[in-house]
């Protein structure tokens, strides 16, 4: 297998892992935090933030990495319009995604302290499950444009 397509393989694997816990992440979420349950909530955030730490983090690092090697090595200007609009779908992604992260990080010390105190879920948690939620929809969207632009390659513009 020459450099080229183990990146390439690199690429892909690291975009499904990034989509897919992603995706994952927020479908246990969605429900943990409609069940009224605290202990769910509380396990459920923390295995979010750990999931994000060790999968999702890693593969937002490598697919910008990757994607710009095999665009070097294929020869593809930077200035090529499906390129343009795929890198600026994965920043938009990504800022929708760091306070998303943060967001989780905080929701998980809420939930943890109310399970921990047989209490109820506080205000503040619903509030930012609501901003999580919110950010993730465009987050989700986006990513999904940016697969068809990776595998069509289409002439947008010029």
């Known amino acids: 297998m020459n450099t080229y397509l183990l990146l390439k393989t690199v690429h892909i694997l690291s975009s499904v892992l990034l989509v897919g816990t992603g995706f994952g992440s927020a479908f246990y979420m969605f429900f943990a935090n409609r069940s009224g349950s605290v202990q769910a909530q509380a396990v459920v955030s923390r295995l979010v933030v750990r999931a994000d730490w060790w999968f999702t983090t890693p593969a937002m690092i490598i697919q910008p990495l990757s994607g710009f090697a095999m665009m070097y090595m294929a020869g593809w200007p930077w200035h090529t319009p ?3 609009l795929s890198m600026a779908l994965y920043l938009f992604a990504g800022t929708c995604w760091v306070p998303v992260v943060l967001m989780q990080i905080r929701m998980a010390r809420i939930a943890g302290t109310a399970a ?7 205000p503040a948690y619903l509030q930012l499950a609501r901003r999580w939620e919110i950010l993730g929809y465009p987050a989700f969207i986006a990513m999904m444009a940016l697969y068809a632009l990776m595998v069509n390659k289409p002439a947008l513009w010029g």
Request: aromatic share 10%; no cysteine.
């Open 116 to 122: 921990a105190q047989n209490t109820p879920m506080p």
């Open 82 to 84: 499906w390129l343009l």
